[in-house]
């Protein structure tokens, strides 16, 4: 109870306070309206000892004077005009999809069948899952090797995307190589002029040594890395994993590419367990950015129109003027 009231108080603010420069206004006048209360006209005539048993004191009004109630509508007026607020509006984009880039290499190593039947077919397979996932969210797809191709821009077409990743292969690239440099700048280009943020997904069994991420600070880059991880159990105890751990060089250039470019590393699994830490990251990137760039505050103002509509009906009772 006491965690949840301070972190109400910490979330609570007011969206006009300039309004609670009034409340004084209405402590004041409360105040002189009760010292009003009891003075008489005759004051000025008749001195007080003796005009005291000539005056007709009124009935006892009980607590709901009309001094009281008055002060209570102006406070309650004063308090939904200065707009108070304890939480977010939810944001326009709440019910958008993450946009996501997925760049997928297309070197001559991917084509190593040390996980079955290649590194390029698992590594597809595992895409259709996630495009299956994020069927209607818009994702484009990048072909890299020396040089950087988009395949497709932003859609929300899962059936057309699968369609050209089925036929994607090293022999359709200029050169062979590896540019992972080029293929972040073109998934920075697609992102660029779509105007939205979003998303990187690299799906690579290797890293240039020199690799840098010229992506700004707001967009995340996720490694999908194609390695021993993906091995199914039978592919273990066959040893045909044994290739694809096989590369510790590759590796530490993924580790070193990770911690100095602040990319997620995430190893191919032969589960789902890779895709779900993948959508994580790539939801909670996406609400951050649109939360820190339309944030807006819920005016909890419009709430006080109810105990005001209660105060002014009892203004309708008999008795309750001021005077």
Known sequence: MIEWLAALAQAFEFLRPGFL????????????LTRLQGRSEWEAFIDPVLLEPLLQKPEPQGWLTPQRLAWSTMTVWVLALSGPSWQDKPTPFADDKAPLVIAISLSGSMLSDDLLPS???????????LLEARRGSPTALIAFADTAHVVLPLTGDSDILK??????????????GLNIEAALGASAELLASAGVGGSVLLVSDQINHTAVNPLAAGVSVSLLWVGMHAATSEERILGAAAAASANPADRAAALAFRQAQAVELIDMSAD????KRLQRRITRQFESAANAHHRQREDGGYYFIFPLLLLLLLWFRKGMVLQ
């Open 119 to 129: 590194r390029l077919a698992r590594a597809k397979i595992k895409i259709n899952q």
């Open 272 to 275: 789902g367990s890779d895709l």
């Open 21 to 32: 420069l009034c409340l004084p206004l209405v402590f004041g006048l409360q105040y002189l």
């Open 163 to 176: 369609l050209y990743l089925d036929e994607l292969s090293p022999d359709i690239m200029p050169r062979p």
